[in-house]
């Protein structure tokens, strides 16, 4: 078999998974054809080096992943397989969410007080909106309302300090400091 033929084969059963791969990971249709024909060009060039015919699906991984790392650092993005696998396993934090979350404190000591103590008492307490609701006095829909107002104003600072890259799950990939951000007392790094 050539290698053309076998490249087809692997583009008749991988195409379409790995394309709708690319469009989540990079929000956009456009780019991430672009992503997967740059997959199946490398698959092509390298398919002499596949030695266990068993392994091909980790391998075409392997070369999507590569490509999509070299994505993302030609946009000025840090994205680093390691770091999202890092942030994807249960019960641990990738360096980088645990740097934003040392200096997240920070940034919701910034917003007014009912808001910050709404995401203090929820996302940080542990405790739900109903409970927000139940010790403030008020409906649960008004709790909901407060911790959503409360996140999108601690996004608003966040993103005006930072630019934030997100993997699929939401973990954070990298962040970069605006070149004007207003981040205060030097909190990203």
């Not at 999202?84 to 641990?92: D, H």
Request: net charge negative.
């Amino acid at each position: 078999m050539t290698s053309r033929v076998e490249t087809e084969a692997l583009w008749r059963e991988s195409s379409s998974r790995l394309g709708s791969w690319f469009e989540r990971e990079t929000g956009s249709a456009a780019d991430a054809e672009d992503l997967l024909q740059e997959t199946f060009v490398r698959i092509h060039a390298r398919i002499d080096t596949l030695v266990d015919a068993s392994s091909v699906r980790g391998w075409v991984g392997t070369i999507a992943r590569n490509v999509l790392a070299d994505y993302h650092r030609c946009r000025g993005v840090q994205s680093e397989t390691r770091v999202a696998e890092e942030a994807a396993a249960p019960g641990r934090q990738a360096p980088i969410q645990q740097t934003v979350a040392a200096w997240l404190e920070s940034f919701i000591a910034q917003l007014e007080p009912g808001d910050a103590d709404a995401l203090r008492f929820v996302d940080l307490g542990g405790h739900t909106q109903a409970e927000l609701a139940e010790r403030e006095g008020i409906s649960l829909s008004g709790a909901k309302s407060r911790v959503q107002r409360a996140r999108d104003r601690l996004r608003e600072r966040l993103e005006s300090c930072c630019a934030f890259a997100f993997d699929s799950r939401g973990g954070i990939l990298s962040v970069e400091k605006r070149p004007r951000g207003d981040c205060g007392k030097d909190r990203c790094r």
